[in-house]
């Protein structure tokens, strides 16, 4: 089956879930009566706002509803893995919609293969990425006080099906992570490609080497 990506560009978080989750079950649906259907990629970008996965903590959100409003932020309680995260504007969103048994792959294989997709976007930049253990996403000095998140991640998966997926920090505003404990972690930072670069850097251009990286990993 073909694999599409699609640029929402801009999009209120509960519309993007919205439409999400109409392709989730329409892709598992498809699957499980032998129809076609499409995978799908979607790049995005979201408002301020704040989601708590299933294992989250009521208490890593930091902010009262009054104090999210102040900032311009709502927050959500999804249905993915993983604790709370931020999205906002500068931030590059991926929401592969995709049958991992089309290209054998299982949940950790999945999720590796994203984080590979970002460390090698990272290595294109001049920025040595990695992973660190017991923790998803992608981090820079690991082995040091220093370490810090350059990209969180959160995927649901059902029937081989995946939905959510990653939050990569272009030129996101990182005084908005103040507000929460991002995925739980207390003690580590978060940090952007513009904060390491030190000037912005063009969402297009990122956009464009984070879709032909994931591509070329699902095609082995």
């Known amino acids: ?3 599409t990506v699609i640029d929402w560009n801009l999009i209120p978080y509960s519309e993007a879930w919205q439409r ?3 392709w989730f079950d329409a892709l598992i649906s498809a699957k499980q009566n032998g129809e076609p259907y499409e995978n799908r990629i979607i790049l995005c970008e979201h408002p301020h706002v704040y989601t ?4 989250g903590k009521n208490q890593h959100m930091l902010l009262n509803d009054e ?4 900032i311009g932020a709502t927050l959500y309680h999804i249905d993915r893995g993983g604790d709370i995260t931020y999205h906002g504007p500068g931030q590059l969103v991926c929401y592969p919609i995709i049958n991992l048994e089309e290209f054998n792959l299982g949940l950790k294989e999945y999720v590796h293969l994203l984080e590979e997709a970002v460390i090698r976007v990272c290595a294109s930049y001049g920025i040595a990425a990695e992973r660190m253990e017991k923790a998803t996403g992608v981090w820079l000095d690991v082995h040091t006080p220093r370490a810090r998140k350059i990209c969180a991640m959160g995927v649901r998966c059902s029937h081989y099906v995946t939905m959510h997926g990653l ?3 272009v030129n996101t505003d990182l005084r908005y992570f103040s507000y929460i404990h991002p995925c739980g972690f207390i003690d580590k930072g978060v940090t952007s490609l513009q904060q390491e670069l ?6 297009a251009e990122v956009k464009e080497r984070l879709q032909q990286a994931i591509l070329s990993l699902l095609q082995g």
């Open 20 to 22: 999400q989750t109409e």
């Open 167 to 169: 939050a990569f920090n």
């Open 67 to 70: 104090q999210l409003k102040a």
């Open 52 to 55: 708590l996965g299933r294992s």
């Open 198 to 203: 030190g000037e912005e850097t063009p969402l």
């Open 1 to 3: 089956m073909k694999t």
